[in-house]
């Protein structure tokens, strides 16, 4: 693991800088590995002069510390951010690759004015153009980036939480939707509902099972 408190955790957003851009962004998303529920990307410009002492890549923190952060940048006026979303049926439509895609893109095209350079968590996505720079693990190594993972994980955490109550029995508020054994069970019980991903093969069997 990478140490915030180590790492030049602004490097590849000064490189940017030195290649002539103002706006530059990290992107990130959350859910592309669940069974339902929607991929959310965020999309965030930090100023320059950013520093944090435990900001990271979301997976590395606990629920409460990525609240915590989540509320310090969301309030931080100096701070611009967006979140996109694709919902279960687009995914079904057109593949969770091209999905997580569509979000990265929905949630740069809102940051007004639009970047004019983007640092991607992971390998290129060709719908944000050549002006970018996609890093493998840059959720552990940018700040723009962490701070887009830990926006993108909430946001979708909570929405989460509210579709536990919309659809109780499956344990959303638990598992995010991800195909834990409790899922499963509860998939075999009760079928998919509005929000399962048919796409994916446990859903799939399941959908059977349960007809």
Known sequence: MICPATADLLSFEREAWSRGAVRVCGIDEAGRGPLAGPVVASAVILP???????????KKLTPRKREEIHEELTRNRDIHWTVASVDAQEIDRINILK????AMAKARATLQPEPDWTL??????????EAQTFIIEGDARSFSIAAASVIAKVTRDRWMNQMDEQYPGYGFARHKGYGTKFHLEALKKLGPCPIHRHSFEPVRLAARCYC
């Open 99 to 102: 999905a997580t895609w569509k």
């Open 120 to 129: 991607v968590d992971g390998l290129r996505v060709p719908p944000l153009g």
């Open 48 to 58: 320059r002069d950013f520093h944090h002492l435990k900001l990271t890549d979301s």
